[in-house]
């Protein structure tokens, strides 16, 4: 909302330095987000003409003029511009001015030439950004006249209105504010005060409200005989002031009492209407030429202002093209209504269409100023366009006024606020927001709907007051940790580890919202999508963190990055019981260490680095089960007892070359909301007491047979003495020459020891030939000694 | 006797000085002290050394033994230190070092560590609540009625069946004063979701961090010096909060929080970084209503309630001016948080 402050002068006393008002109005919260200076405030520029001009006879680019500037003698001045003739009219700084920058102009001598003042461009002034040469002036202007008459200066604050506070959309409810915080008299004009007592006539005929509930009150008079034509200098100064344009002395009267007041007003021809008023929904399909030049199609959730015959206005919202003030309108119709703020605001939303008066109207209108605004604008377009009003306005229904009366407990306000607020400190605000004492407390005006319980009154009092009377209290609390403390905890700690030195992964944060064709790249779940979705690369939650990581190594890929570990950890979606869960989701791919001039190039990873950084999460209970999955080329599940709860593999090739990668990109993601975040407490194992003996065996089995099978079958021994299984050695060869083909070679370290005393050579004969016996049997192996 | 010793005792030290690896080391002290060695030789001797010289011979014996032993050792010892001096000489201590992968937590992940950990040390526990949520957590419980301009579906993203994802980490205050009666002392961290066209400073997701506490007597001093706490510590002691009267439908009185800081990197301008207020009768009410219970009564209880945003605190505190560098994952980005 824009705001005048030569308006408001009118109103109420305003400091003298505007950032002091709008510091005083931004505390209050009614923020000032800008203000603007237009015209010229500086003393001593004045019109002068052009007599005589001549060449400076010591600097080529300067001319010696003669000059008027209203006083008896012309005076000399020294200049650089070249843009004038003799005759042109220009502004002139006089010895004793101050220029922007604090420049004083004095009287004194130009490379030798005596120049008594300084001829101006409009940059100079203030009054454009950007200007070459000397601002030229109407040729109409009076020699003499102070620069400041002909651009009168106004300053214009951009104030940032909340929905709660309608009242301020006026410069009247406006001053009431700052007259209240700044403690001074709101000074209202007899003009308006004498508008507030109007009585109506009954419509009978002339207004049918045919949707009560959205428009429960409307009013319309006619004056006759109007001369429709430019606006006098003030209205039209007023309006342009605050960024409206003149339209004609009519529209301009409803503009400015609007502006005023806070009542959108409308004025029809009423040589165009045809019978009576119909405030009625609009019928499927009705369409409607707008003031804007726009045709909208109405429905029946939309509101009209009709004749017998058609549409002439969006209620509340805009006016129609047909049936608007034109230079020929004689006699008009002056409407002035209250209209339900939800309808407006949805009216104005569904057409996409909002105004000054929708602005207004959806965010409530003083239901007892509808009559009084009516008043106040017959009263001004009978001073600026002639013409004979009705004697009164014609009323259909009632005005929804509503002046609830507000308990209030001083106790209560100064134990809410923390404060020693005083009891005539409250007194004083409250009664400069328009509010009246009763017994038990206050009764609020009704142009502030936002004031109609106890805790209302007190914000006032806050706000005005200021924050700064509140001394800061400083108060801490036991409180127990939650199970979302400790899913925090688990989480940080999972962050804190996976990008320590070492395992070194980058965290990744990628959007919710993804396409669904990204989604399929790595199914998880059954998808949720959204109803309204911005675009349909974000048309569905992410079931899975996998494709916001894919797509950031894609990315990565692009800007030239190859060796990537990366890591998110946050919410998935899948429809279901289990709607929405935390996830751990890592991708490697490239080198497996940074390359360094001992080694130049390091191998790449592959599946076995990405096992042995889970490993390294330290996930309770979790065994790694061979499986398929639909995007992986490898792929194991992470099982907790029967429960899937992660998976974990190599991306399809063809997948990794779409995404424009050079090497495997290995992937896993986890469940964690299945996993205890209580930090584990450790138990201490006792440390071993005798020493142990390491034997290696290497044996030639069935290439088929996993690791895990031979591990399994030397455990199910239960040797007592083995304590330890390491593979260090995996060799096949497919040409059948050092392993026989269809075999391969591996080897073991096999660690043993007693708790009870150090082992002799033949006691670790003994088990080693007893596990070697057992590998023969269980899966056919011949060893290579 | 004692001359042949003396003299065999210098012929061996002579000859271990001689001696250039340990071979040769090795065979001047089997020419000295092996079995058949010239002191091993010489020693047979002691039988014919008459019975008084016999102590003194045999010291002297001894003497020579050990000084040849002893010269070995020390010679294999001078060998090993200049091997191992050779073996090191001559590196270029001035290679750069192997580098270790190192990896980073996100920055606003970072952001929100340090918040926490200040929130909890004014007693602050952790709650949480879904994205996807109902009308009910998001607005209603909130005091914003359905005709509400936030409430559509221009501004928030719908899930067919009619909810949403929630617009404000607020809803958490609703679910937790559902299941909690008072007091409640609660943060809650969480992305949230506003259907803005993505941009250099929009992105229709981003993360916001809230605050409740509800107990007797609760005072908006009390809120004043929670937010005044929590900005001094995260920004430096010459933090200046401004709080500024504002219009939020679930708080009353309502206020932006402006802060001035050097550590904002701003100068002296206010930078808007929260909103806050004393928790409005109207949430109350509808939590009562909910719960079917008192539990929440306004005349008992009163609190307070704040929430901000990460997003735009890291990317002011870090200097970052587009948005979307926080979700792209650009690990030259990600690096500089290390």
């Given at each position: ?482 199970e979302a403390d400790r899913r925090f905890d688990q989480a940080t700690q999972i962050r804190r580890q996976l990008s320590a030195p070492g395992l070194g992964f980058h965290e990744a944060r990628s959007l919710t919202l993804i396409s669904e064709k990204s989604a399929a790249v790595f199914p998880a779940g059954n998808l949720l999508k959204v109803r309204n979705p911005l675009g349909e690369d974000q048309a569905v939650l992410r079931p899975s963190l996998v494709p916001g990581l894919l797509e950031s190594l894609a990315r990565n890929f692009r800007a030239g990055q190859r060796d990537l570990r990366l890591f998110e950890l946050g919410r998935v979606f899948q429809a279901g019981k289990r709607e929405e869960h935390t996830s751990l989701a890592l991708v490697l791919t490239g080198a497996a260490a940074p390359a360094?001039?001992?080694e130049a190039k390091p191998r790449t990873v592959d599946f076995f680095d990405l096992k042995g950084v889970i490993a390294t999460l330290g996930l309770k209970g979790v065994t790694l089960e061979t499986a398929t999955h639909p995007a992986l080329a490898l792929a194991v599940e992470l099982h907790r007892g029967k429960r899937v709860v992660g998976v974990a593999g190599q991306l399809l090739p063809a997948t990794a070359r779409d995404l424009d990668a050079s090497a495997p990109i290995l992937v896993a993601e986890i469940d964690l909301d299945v996993f205890d975040p209580a930090p584990a ?18 044996l030639l089995v069935a290439a088929e047979v996993p690791h895990e099978k031979i591990t399994a079958s030397l455990l199910s ?8 299984v390491e593979l260090f050695d995996v060799f096949t060869d497919p040409e059948g020459?050092?392993v026989p083909a269809g075999q391969k070679s591996v080897a073991y ?26 590998l023969?049997?269980e899966l056919a192996a011949?060893?290579?000694? | ?98 580098p270790v992968p190192q990896g980073a937590v996100h920055p606003i992940n970072q952001m929100l560590e ?12 952790l709650a949480d609540g879904p994205d996807i949520e109902d009308e009910?957590h998001c ?14 579906e221009a501004d928030t993203f719908y899930l067919p069946d009619g909810r949403l994802l929630r617009t404000q980490t607020?809803t958490v205050?609703?679910r ?12 809650a961290p969480g992305c949230v979701y506003r259907r803005d066209e993505a941009d250099?400073?929009h992105l229709a997701q981003f993360t916001q ?101 990460l997003d735009?605190?890291a ?7 587009d948005i979307r560098l926080f979700t792209e994952n650009d690990v030259r980005f990600l690096a500089q948080y290390k």
């Open positions: 909302m824009k705001v005048s402050l030569n308006w408001l002068k009118e109103l109420v006393d305003l400091p003298a330095d505007v950032n002091a008002l709008s510091e005083i109005l931004t505390k209050a919260g009614v923020e000032v987000e800008g203000i603007e200076t237009r015209g010229c405030d500086l003393d001593h520029i004045v019109v002068a003409q052009i007599l005589e001009t001549a060449q400076h006879p010591n600097a080529d680019r300067l001319s010696v003029n003669k000059v008027a500037d209203g006083s008896a003698e012309p005076r000399q001045i020294v200049c650089g511009a070249k843009n004038f003739k003799v005759g042109d009219k220009v502004p002139l700084a006089l010895p004793g001015a101050v220029m922007p920058g604090d420049f004083k102009i004095k009287t004194g001598k130009l490379r030798g030439v005596e120049s008594a003042g300084m001829m101006c461009s409009a940059k100079e002034l203030g009054l454009a950004e950007d200007a070459e040469g000397l601002l030229i002036l109407s040729p109409g202007a009076v020699v003499g006249t102070p620069i400041k008459d002909l651009f009168p200066p106004e300053t214009v604050l951009d104030v940032e209105v909340t929905p709660n506070r309608p009242d301020l959309l006026s410069h009247v409810g406006m001053a009431r504010e700052i007259a209240t915080l700044l403690e001074k008299p709101l000074r209202i004009p007899e003009a308006i005060l004498g508008c507030k007592s109007v009585s109506s006539a009954p419509a009978g005929d002339a207004i049918a409200l045919e949707a009560p509930e959205v428009c429960p009150f409307y009013t319309a008079r006619a004056i006759r005989g109007v001369k429709v034509g430019p606006s006098p200098a003030w209205l039209r100064g007023k309006l342009e002031s605050v960024g409206l344009r003149s339209i004609n002395n009519i529209v301009d009267v409803t503009n400015y009492v609007m502006l005023e007041l806070g009542q959108p007003l409308h004025a029809f021809d009423q040589a165009k209407l045809q019978g009576g008023i119909r405030v009625r929904p609009a019928t499927a399909g009705e369409k409607f030429l707008a003031l804007d030049g726009k045709t909208y199609e109405l429905g029946p959730n939309h509101l009209v202002i009709a004749d017998q015959q058609r549409a002439l206005a969006i209620a509340g919202v805009m006016g129609g093209e047909e049936s608007g003030v034109t230079e020929t309108t004689t006699d008009i119709l002056l409407e002035s209504a209250w209209f339900a703020p939800a309808k407006i605001r949805h009216t104005s939303r569904e057409l996409a269409l909002s105004s000054d008066s929708s602005y207004r109207f959806e965010r409530t209108v003083d239901p007892a100023g509808v009559l009084a605004a009516s008043a106040r604008a017959v009263a001004l377009i009978q001073e600026v366009a002639g013409g004979q009003a009705e004697p009164a306005p014609r009323a259909a229904g009632t005005a929804p006024v509503s002046a609830p009366e507000v308990p209030f407990r001083l106790e209560r306000c100064r134990a809410l606020l923390g404060a020693d607020v005083a009891a005539e400190t409250v007194e004083r605000i409250l009664t400069g927001f328009g509010l009246e004492k009763t017994a038990n407390g206050w009764r609020s005006p009704s142009f502030r709907p936002d004031l109609v319980r106890e805790i209302d009154l007190i914000e006032e009092v806050a706000r005005v007051i200021g924050i700064e009377a509140v001394p800061a209290r400083f108060v801490t609390r036991y409180t127990a940790s939650s360094s001039w001992r407490t450790r138990r201490f194992t006792e440390l071993p007491k005798f020493p142990a003996v390491t034997r290696d065996i290497a021994a239960k040797e007592p003495l083995l304590v330890g020459v050092k370290a096999l660690t043993y020891r007693s708790a009870e005393k150090t082992l002799t050579a033949e006691e670790v004969a003994q088990a080693h030939q007893k596990l070697k016996e057992r023969k049997a011949t060893f290579r000694e | 006797m004692d001359q042949q010793l003396e003299q065999l005792r210098a012929e061996a030290l002579a000859a271990l000085a001689a001696a250039a690896d340990e071979a040769a080391i090795e065979a001047v002290r089997i020419a000295f002290l092996g079995r058949t060695g010239k002191i091993s030789v010489l020693s047979e001797g002691m039988r014919t050394v008459s019975k008084e010289d016999k102590p003194r011979i045999g010291k002297l014996l001894n003497e020579v033994r050990n000084a040849v032993s002893g010269g070995v050792e020390a010679r294999k010892a001078a060998l090993e230190a200049e091997r191992d001096q050779a073996a090191l000489a001559g590196i270029d201590l001035t290679l750069p070092g192997i340090r918040a926490v950990a200040i929130f909890r040390k004014m007693g602050f526990a009910w607005f209603d419980a909130l005091n914003t009625p359905e005709d509400h301009p936030a409430r559509n607020s205050q609703a937790t004063m559902e299941l909690v009666a008072p007091p409640v002392r609660i943060i250099a400073t961090i809230e605050g409740l506490y509800v107990d007797e007597g609760v005072t908006l001093g009390d809120l004043k010096g929670t937010i005044e706490y929590f900005f001094r510590e995260l920004l430096g002691s010459d933090a200046q909060v401004r709080m500024r009267p504002h219009f939020f439908p679930f708080t009353e009185p309502s206020f932006e929080v402006d802060i001035k800081a050097s550590a904002l990197g701003k100068g002296d301008k206010w930078l808007e970084l929260a909103g806050c207020g004393m928790v409005d009768p109207a949430v109350f009410a509808q939590i009562n209503k909910k719960r079917g219970d008192q539990a929440y009564d306004a005349e008992k209880y009163t609190g307070f309630a704040f929430g901000f945003g735009r605190l990317m002011i505190l870090s200097g970052v001016s």
